[in-house]
């Protein structure tokens, strides 16, 4: 008798002891948030548009327009001092040299990535391009499913399948209908390959960032500042990987130049 009465303790002690989940805010609720996603949209209609403004106005480095698209990290500094200073974390750096090591990397592919997408922009239309680097869902898909096992859905499918035959009906038509004036076909689809390859580098780049998140980041105090660290450096990495390709290029002498006339 003693024996069978004892679970119904043992199991109302593990139920309260169970935290409950906390709910989260509602998004009208939630500043940062909304603030993230006025200022995603913005980059995303404005940012191609200004940079193919760039080139069809007779710009022509590309170095310094991957620079532009990966310089915009100091912007984290101050929400991660105000975090550190929130959570009480009192070491200078949080990162462990692997997950250091690992972002630095991940900045480097995203360095490349931002590239490939000016290199193939200053070639094509704005709307060629952005629906050639809307392809990086197949590509995040696919690496995805890869690295860190993550199933196709129906809805992923679909759009897998949608992005995939667009890209291919804009290779075997776009460079008759859709070239810009004065641009070769040689020219446009070396553009076209570029791009591609942008969006099959930055797809590969978020399954990674998610990996080494999960591992790395998720077992560890203040997770929060943890990958607000992170980001920081891979933004570091990537804006010091395209420094480097604007001195091989020459390009300060260029701005330079710019700024006399």
């Keep these: 008798m003693e024996a069978e009465s004892s679970p119904a ?3 109302m002690e593990v139920e309260t002891s169970t ?15 909304i603030v993230n996603i006025v200022m995603i949209g913005i980059g995303a209609v404005a940012g ?39 959570d009480g974390i009192s070491p200078l750096f949080l990162l462990p ?7 630095a990397a991940l900045g480097v592919g995203i360095g490349l990535s931002d590239f490939l997408y000016a290199y193939g922009l200053a070639d094509l239309p704005v709307s060629t391009s952005s629906i050639l680097i809307s392809t990086q869902l197949v590509f995040t898909a696919f690496f995805a499913l890869v690295v860190v096992r993550q199933r196709f859905t129906a809805f992923s499918i679909n759009a897998v399948v949608l992005l995939t035959v667009g890209a291919a009906m804009l290779g075997m038509n776009g460079a008759g209908s859709d070239r810009p004036e004065g641009v ?20 590969l780049v978020l399954p990674l960032m998610e990996l080494s998140q999960a591992r790395l980041v998720g077992r560890s105090a203040g997770s929060y500042s943890l990958v607000l660290e992170m980001q920081v450096v891979i933004g570091i990495g990537a804006t010091a990987f395209c420094i480097i390709g604007m001195i091989v290029n ?4 260029g701005v330079h130049s710019i700024r006399i006339r």
């Design 19 to 33: 935290p409950a989940p906390q709910k989260q805010p509602p998004l009208h609720r939630n500043p940062l948030a």
């Design 97 to 103: 040299p692997r997950l250091l090591a690992v972002s």
């Design 184 to 203: 070769s076909r040689a020219a446009y689809y070396v553009g076209f390959a570029m791009t591609i390859g942008s969006a099959a580098t930055y797809g």
């Design 250 to 253: 020459k390009d300060f002498q």
């Design 9 to 11: 303790p043992l199991a």
């Design 48 to 86: 191609p548009l200004i940079l193919r403004s760039y080139f069809v106005h007779g710009g022509s480095r590309k170095w310094l327009s991957s620079f532009l698209q990966t310089s915009g990290w100091p912007l984290l500094l101050p929400h991660l001092i105000f975090r550190r200073r929130k």
